[in-house]
């Protein structure tokens, strides 16, 4: 199985947009928060047809038509802050903050821990547990709009640069 990885869309919707087209082929999609403006769950559920999980990050503000535009769309799950589910046998731990996401990877009850807010793309094991920051769709802090892609069968995360 494979699983797209997003994080902090600040209301990009070209880069949104590119990355999708670039994940239509994987199984699932994670968006570890700060979608921003309602509109980008019409971005999402319309540019992605299979199952999509989203936490919240800092700046989604108006969570409310949020969740009422996610009601739109079958596929789309709002999990609130956090959320833990297994994948294809792969136990993952989804949240938006950094420092609780690299503490969560340090307990080793997750094979897999993503999360978001600094925009800084990252990869790091700790023990069994892969910790990953997909970086920013926005591009606007790094100059780089990046996502990952996480094979449940190898294990493995393969960062991408939206071009």
């Given at each position: ?22 994940l ?5 999609l ?30 989604d ?55 978001g807010?600094n ?31 996480y ?13």
């Amino acid at each position: 199985m494979q699983i797209g990885i997003i994080a902090d869309i600040h209301d990009r919707i070209d880069n949104l947009r590119k990355a999708l087209r670039m994940l239509e082929n994987v199984d699932a999609l994670i968006c570890c928060g700060d979608l921003c403006s309602p509109f980008i769950v019409d971005e999402l559920g319309k540019g992605f047809a299979n199952e999509t999980h989203i936490v919240f990050g800092n700046n989604d503000g108006d969570t409310f038509r949020i969740a009422m535009k996610a009601r739109d769309y079958e596929q789309i799950t709002l999990h609130g802050e956090y959320f833990e589910r297994i994948f294809d046998g792969k136990k993952f731990a989804v949240n938006h903050f950094d420092n609780i996401g690299r503490a969560l990877a340090k307990s080793s009850e997750f094979d897999v821990v993503c999360f978001g807010h600094n925009h800084q793309f990252e990869i790091t094991e700790v023990d069994e547990t892969l910790s990953i920051n997909p970086g920013e769709i926005m591009g606007g802090l790094t100059g780089t709009s990046t996502f990952v892609i996480y094979d449940t069968e190898q294990h493995e995360a393969i960062y991408f640069v939206v071009e």
